[in-house]
């Protein structure tokens, strides 16, 4: 058989040339996802080990090829032969690609507390969710703090209604600030390995007045600046949470939208419109080009100055494809509008070469750019959420658009968008109730009264009041872009008043997400592709996991007792529900109290039965062990008194030297080495799990990984 006779290759090979693009994304991901699960940071030798076992697997592949052809190995074997080879090729790339990008951002993480002067560069202007504005500073300057120690980034929460600075601006103020919070529990959510990625090191809050001591330069094409002089004008035009949330839909500033109307619509399942991602791009690009395409037509058969033998189409595209590229610059960017910007380019630049413009390939493509760039966006909810609904919608949609067309134009159009809500829907539900405990009952409902609006109305005044901006012309598009985004608040509104609009969801075990959703990728894969013997196995071992996930995420207990990091907070599971023995950290709380599906505040939580005896010495039981939380003044002083044999004491505090009683003891000496702490009673027995043991020793983790890696960190100058 020679190379050329295409026709005579054999399946495998016809598969290999076809469908190994869409395979590529979920093969890396699963080598980065192999990468973040490790509890050790990989050192240079497994880093060689990879690149070599990389090397080696592309070698076997083109071995495989050349005996092919040469006539020494049957064509059948050698495909599956090259399909394993750069199966496992692509993982070992995933796995490399997130250690290079792990020490490509890797900073300096302040690993104490600081209080007294800050000065920084302003980057970024935005809104916790605790609903304070927060400011981000790179170039920083800490006293008696040497550069190898300073953190590239700090966030500050602003306490009090503080004037903003402006983007660009060097600032000088007075704050506490201390190293990204570690999870509330083992295997919760890690903030650390976030603001490791974002090179942020140390995050705090200010009282003070931000000073400026040298203004923001001079720059028009500053994208931050133009970004929310751009949301300022709109909110000032607008008015109200609709304008704040008309200027998150065009410009991606959400520092407007006040707490309260981000959980309304996350109850109805409309927050992701207010974070850009491909819908937003979709509807943009789609208006400028049907509108541009449409009007070029029209000159063009009146004889308006367009030649007969232009492709109307194609000049449509070019410019769609740079208002997409406007938009993004504009947004700041994000896994979810890169995503979209990257399938919308693909897809136009499809039309410029007149080739299919939408396919499981332009999703494949978008996330074989991402993973590598970003391996740390695969753990995010808003990729998977992103990548789930576009890929869901692509595979099972044309089997819906195959029998539309025996139905009338309107009721096509409605069934439509009822459909393609539905399948974005159920692929998204158990990622977001997996991340946020929490499903919105009446979603669907509402993204059916919204969404249309948000094609018909929204976008389309949104793009046509850019383009009337620079003739002073925009007000009239601005306040039909109010509409749409009030009608849209008006509809979360009625939906959360519904009974029943949230249900709660208990997390589910670490393990359940990943292995289900590679299970449903993987059998939806296997569905589009060439339908074999292969296929029905990878079928089969593909629902196998998804059942496994399942069964995993129902059998999946909370602990029986949670201590959080510094020993402030202890949530004891009683009947009702975890009782708090106290109402403070409420940041960690809350947290424990979404994860066991629980709507109840920390004051509720801490009002529940469980708990008794005095503030600073609260007492309960569990399994017929007393447990003890100490906090407070003297603290550390009445520990001696409650360390008796089989008693639990938890103490806000260092343990004093000495104390001995037989106690189990988590005190913040402890505590500071194992992190936030969940306890299990198994057959009378409590089993205990700790941050560090659930987690590892990372780069993000631990201070001993950093200066391993990083020994150019220099000691405070004041050590």
């Known amino acids: 058989m020679t190379r050329g006779s295409s026709r005579a290759l054999p399946t495998a090979e016809r598969v290999t040339r076809a469908g190994l693009l869409i395979w590529a994304p979920v093969l890396v991901a699963l080598g980065i996802g192999g990468w973040f699960l490790l509890r050790f940071e990989p050192g240079l030798a497994h880093y060689a080990f990879a690149a070599a076992g990389m090397a080696g697997a592309l070698w076997a592949a083109r071995i495989a090829r050349g005996r092919a052809v040469a006539g020494r190995l049957d064509w059948n074997r050698a495909d599956l032969l090259r399909l394993g080879a750069m199966g496992m090729a692509l993982v070992l790339t995933g796995f490399l690609a997130a250690g290079l990008r792990l020490h490509l951002v890797a900073a300096p993480v302040m690993d104490y507390r600081y209080y007294g002067p800050i000065e920084g560069r302003v980057v970024e202007i935005d809104r916790s969710a605790r609903d304070r504005m ?77 000073l400026t001591v040298e203004p923001a330069p001079a720059r028009r094409i500053d994208a931050t600046a133009v970004r929310l002089r751009l949301s300022q004008a709109m909110q000032q035009s607008i008015g109200g949470q609709e304008g704040a949330v008309a200027a998150a839909l065009m410009t991606g500033d959400r520092s407007g939208i006040a707490e309260a109307t981000n959980q309304m619509m996350r109850d109805s399942n409309l927050y992701h419109i207010v974070s850009i991602s491909g819908l937003h791009m979709s509807m943009l690009v789609g208006f400028v080009y049907a509108a541009l395409r449409l009007a070029l037509a029209a000159l063009q058969s009146r004889g308006g100055g367009v030649p007969a033998g232009i492709a109307v189409h194609k000049i449509a595209a070019l410019v769609a494809l740079v208002v997409a590229t406007a938009y993004l610059w504009i947004s700041g960017g994000g896994v979810a509008t890169e995503r979209a910007w990257l399938m919308v380019a693909v897809m136009l630049s499809a039309v410029l070469l007149d080739r299919r413009a939408i396919s499981l390939r332009t999703v494949a493509l978008a996330g074989l750019v991402i993973l590598p760039l970003a391996p740390e966006a695969l753990v995010t909810s808003g990729f998977q959420m992103s990548f789930a609904a576009t890929a869901a919608l692509i595979l099972l949609f044309p089997a819906w658009s195959r029998r539309a067309q025996a139905l009338p134009w309107i009721v096509r159009g409605v069934a439509m968008l009822v459909i393609s809500s539905l399948i974005a829907g159920l692929a998204t539900s158990p990622i977001a109730a ?131 990091s510094d020993g402030t907070a202890v949530g004891l599971m009683t009947p009702a529900g975890r009782s708090l023995s106290k109402p403070a950290g409420a940041f960690v709380a809350d947290s424990w109290l979404r994860a066991d599906g629980d709507l109840a505040s920390a004051e509720d939580a801490a009002a529940r039965p469980g708990w008794h005896g005095e503030q600073g010495a609260r007492r309960a039981s569990l399994a017929g062990r007393d447990v003890v939380h100490l906090t407070g003044k003297g603290a550390a002083g009445r520990a001696a008194d409650a360390c008796t044999s089989g008693t639990i004491v938890i103490l806000a ?61 220099a000691p405070r100058l004041s050590d």
């Open 434 to 564: 997996a991340h946020f405990n929490r499903s919105a009952q009446y979603g669907l409902v509402a993204n059916l009264l919204v969404v249309p609006v948000m094609g018909a109305v929204v976008m389309p005044a949104g793009a046509l009041a850019a383009l009337l901006a620079p003739v002073g012309l925009a007000e009239p598009a601005l306040w039909l872009m109010g509409l749409g985004t009030r009608w849209m608040l008006f509809v979360a509104e009625q939906v959360t008043g519904w009974g029943g609009a949230v249900l709660t969801v208990r997390a589910p075990h670490w393990a359940a997400l990943p292995f289900g959703g590679t299970g449903v990728t993987v059998g939806l894969l296997a569905l589009h592709g060439t339908r074999g013997r292969l296929s029905r196995i990878t079928l089969f071992l593909a629902g196998l996991m998804v059942l496994g996930s399942a069964a995993l995420w129902h059998a999946t207990g909370r602990p029986h007792l949670l201590i959080a």
């Open 653 to 713: 505090a260092p343990a004093l030297d000495g104390l001995s009683g037989g106690c189990e003891l988590f005190d913040q000496s402890r505590l500071s080495l194992g992190g936030a702490t969940a306890g299990f009673l198994q057959d009378g027995q409590m089993q205990w799990i700790s941050d560090a043991s659930a987690n590892g020793r990372r780069l993000w983790t631990s201070r001993a990984v950093r200066r391993q890696w990083m020994p150019s960190a």
């Open 134 to 210: 927060r400011v981000t500073l790179d170039r920083v300057v800490l006293r008696d703090t040497a550069p190898g120690r300073t953190p590239h980034q700090v966030r500050l929460s602003l306490m009090g209604e503080l004037a903003l600075p402006a983007p660009g601006s060097r600032v000088m103020l007075t704050g506490h600030l201390g190293p990204p919070p570690g999870p509330a529990e083992p295997n919760g959510f890690d903030f650390r390995r976030a603001a490791f990625f974002e090179r942020l090191g140390a995050v705090g809050y200010t009282r003070t007045p931000i």
